[in-house]
């Protein structure tokens, strides 16, 4: 299994500014991802984080908004930037083994104001 | 792309009762399919899940079956107690390039005790 990690899990941001997420995962995973769940809703992937190149960004959102790093295989960071109170949500860090089998995080819970 | 559906989005059972949640996939090519329980304020947990060479799998309480030919899964929960009351979440996982798992839109389950 693979135990999951976020930093922070919660913060209240002003709109207009940016927030960096952490997450650190205990073993070397095959890959990562990042996924929002808005309140009361489902997972929605935002990108695959690649190690050491550009991530694979889903329909409808964009670099310039969610900028992602993957320096290592163990740890991966997104960005959250210009937030407006749309970007009120769960932030979930996913990793997957080479078995398929893919944990998450705990996530961050962002509101903004 | 694939396209996870689930049903239904609420159900109540009095403890002690079984409990089944239903979801249909879309990409036939589609090989894993995990179920994930999500308590609140908490990322969601892997429960059990199944591959596409298999019909059921088992763990204690918690089975999950499939369907291929008709391209569907179902979670059973049986002997449900209190603290089965949770989100669950189906998801399904292609083998068409896209690795990331599609969710369905959970089901929050109440067990009433």
């Known amino acids: 299994s693979a135990v999951i990690s976020q930093k922070p899990s919660r913060d209240i941001c002003q709109r207009g500014t940016s927030l960096t997420i952490q997450c650190q995962v205990d073993?070397?995973?095959?890959?990562m991802f990042w996924y929002r769940q808005q309140p009361g809703q489902s997972l929605t992937l935002i990108a695959t984080a690649n190690q050491g190149s550009e991530a694979t960004y889903e329909s409808g959102f964009v670099i310039d908004k969610f900028p992602i790093s993957r320096p290592n295989l163990t740890f991966s960071t997104l960005t959250v930037s210009n937030m407006s109170p749309e970007d009120s949500s769960i932030y979930l860090c996913?990793?997957?083994?080479?078995?398929?089998?893919?944990?998450f995080g705990p996530g961050t819970r962002l509101t903004v104001l | 792309g694939e396209n996870v559906e689930q049903h239904p989005s609420t159900l109540s059972v009095q403890e002690g009762d079984s409990a089944v949640i239903k979801c249909t996939y879309s990409d036939s090519a589609s090989n894993y399919f995990p179920w994930y329980k999500q308590e609140l304020g908490k990322g969601p947990q892997l429960i059990i899940d199944?591959?596409?060479?298999?019909g059921e799998k088992k763990d204690q309480r918690i089975a999950v079956t499939l369907n291929k030919t008709a391209k569907h899964f179902s979670l059973h929960i049986t002997e449900t107690q209190p603290e089965d009351s949770a989100v669950y979440f189906c998801?399904?996982?292609?083998?068409?390039?896209?690795?990331?798992?599609?969710f369905g839109s959970g089901t929050r389950l109440q067990v009433q005790p």
């Open positions: 073993s070397q995973v095959t890959m």
């Open positions: 199944i591959r596409s060479n298999v």
């Open positions: 996913s990793s997957r083994l080479a078995t398929d089998t893919q944990y």
């Open positions: 998801a399904a996982k292609g083998d068409t390039g896209r690795r990331a798992l599609t």
